[in-house]
């Protein structure tokens, strides 16, 4: 959703690779750093996960790529 919001607003740079986002959740309490890489490596990759997991990379994948 970030990687959306930053390529929507003409005000900032396109985020590349290395691009680190700050994600937090609030429930329970926890913080994670990723790159935007690694982000989309995962979202391009083959699952073992199910459909489940087809679904949510399919999401992201969604969400990369609006522009």
Do not use: Y
Request: charged fraction near 25%; proline fraction near 3%; glycine fraction near 10%.
């Amino acid at each position: 959703m970030a990687v959306a919001e930053f390529r929507a607003d003409s005000m900032t740079g396109l985020p590349g690779a290395m691009t680190e986002f700050t994600v937090a959740v609030h429930r329970p309490a926890e913080e994670q750093k990723v790159r935007l890489g690694q982000v989309t490596k995962w979202a391009e990759g083959n699952t073992t996960e199910g459909r489940g997991g087809i679904t949510r990379r399919n999401r992201v994948k969604s969400f990369l790529n609006k522009q």
